[in-house]
């Protein structure tokens, strides 16, 4: 069957296909979070990347936790995390691929849906670190609530390294 030019955006196959490059190929808009934590930058570290810790402070509220992570830590190394709603109502997964990892400095991966997240910790004078996150927004969700979402859990960090 020879499909004719003006027919061909009826053409829903290739329509899906075209959907899926243009999400490729675009710029996503993006935010970022930030927190001055009152500790040393090692201990931030630590408590950022170790899974005993990340369990413990990965949730944007006190009625969702993170019952299971992974983290393989290096360049090329994958880390996954499941968030869930205490109450069992809600849940889900994230995860990604480490792009860059360089010690007590930066981390840098992409999602597994593609998107960019870099984040950055600052040694400010040996007691406090300035952890900054920029990531690509999604575009189910508005800008105001991704940013509220990622800067609650990152205050939540802060909370917890700063307490333990």
Do not use: C
Not at 61 to 77: I, K
Not at 122 to 131: C, L
Not at 142 to 148: C, N, S
């Amino acid at each position: 069957m020879r499909i004719k030019s003006s027919n061909f955006e009826h053409f829903e196959p290739l329509n899906q296909l075209n959907f899926l490059i243009k999400e490729k190929n675009m710029e996503y808009e993006k935010i970022t979070v930030e927190a001055i934590i009152e500790a040393p930058i090692t201990k931030v570290w630590d408590y950022w990347v170790i899974v005993e810790h990340i369990l413990k402070w990965n949730s944007a509220s006190p009625d969702w936790h993170t019952p299971r992570a992974e983290n393989d830590l290096r360049t090329g190394g994958r880390f996954t995390s499941r968030m869930e709603a205490k109450d069992g109502s809600f849940g889900f997964d994230f995860g990604g691929v480490y792009d860059e990892v360089i010690p007590h400095k930066t981390i840098n991966y992409t999602m597994d849906d593609g998107r960019k997240t870099s984040i950055t910790f600052m040694d400010d004078n040996g007691e406090r670190t300035i952890v900054t996150e920029t990531f690509d927004a999604e575009t189910t969700n508005p800008i105001e609530m991704q940013q509220g979402g990622w800067q609650a859990i990152l205050d939540n960090f802060k909370k917890y390294a700063e307490a333990n």
